[in-house]
């Protein structure tokens, strides 16, 4: 599986805000980018470039890119597949994005980043409709119910995560009443889905 296996708070201090890739530690003075709130590099602090259109355009892109952990071709496959539906191409995008298991899981609580939620998708830990799937990049349908596996309830990270994260459990998701179990209810709408990007950027960037 291809994955980025760099510095994750140098993407954000890239994109000059929090992009929240280390789960707790993003909200605490550790952060990196509390500390150097400037893109990375030898010449960072002092780079002063003039906003063109397609750098606007780039770092959104870039942006979407990183907070769902997805590489460049997969995130183009996601966007001609959004092409090709019908209705807003980058509502589309968006949503196709949400549902990927190991967003669920991360938006579940079960995992502190979408990477650790990714790692718990990798290594058997989840199920769906009482299957197991080891692909964080399955697409779940409308009705599908995503649950762990019972020895994983009773992981500590697990544990830790499900009683200390204060992320509320999004409106197209249902939380069964053990906090281990979600139903997707609905397919997520635009406002629903609270990631800062400007997705009709990322569309005028791939239509050029």
């Known amino acids: 599986m291809a994955r980025y296996t760099g510095p994750v708070c140098r993407l954000c201090r890239r994109e000059k805000m929090k992009l929240f890739l280390k789960g707790p530690k993003c909200d605490s003075m550790k952060c990196p980018i509390e500390r150097r709130p400037y893109p990375p590099g030898e010449h960072g602090r002092d780079r002063a470039r003039q906003g063109s259109e397609y750098l606007t355009q780039l770092r959104e892109k870039q942006k979407a890119r990183r907070i769902y952990g997805v590489l460049e071709k997969q995130f183009r ?22 549902l990927r298991l190991d967003n669920i899981v991360f938006r579940a609580n079960w995992g502190a980043s979408r990477s650790q939620a990714r790692q718990l998708v990798r290594h058997g830990h989840v199920l769906v409709n009482g299957r197991r799937v080891t692909i964080p990049s399955y697409r779940a349908r409308r009705g599908d119910v995503v649950s762990l596996k019972d020895k994983t309830r009773n992981l500590i990270v697990v544990r830790h995560n499900v009683d200390t994260l204060g992320r509320q459990v999004p409106q197209w998701l249902e939380a069964g009443a053990d906090g281990f179990e979600v139903t997707v209810r609905d397919l997520p709408m635009r406002e629903q889905i609270d990631v800062p990007v400007r997705e009709s950027l990322i569309v005028e960037l791939f239509s050029k």
């Open 77 to 98: 496959n996601y966007y001609e597949e959004a092409n090709r539906q019908q209705g807003i191409t980058g509502e589309n995008l968006l949503r196709m994005l949400e």
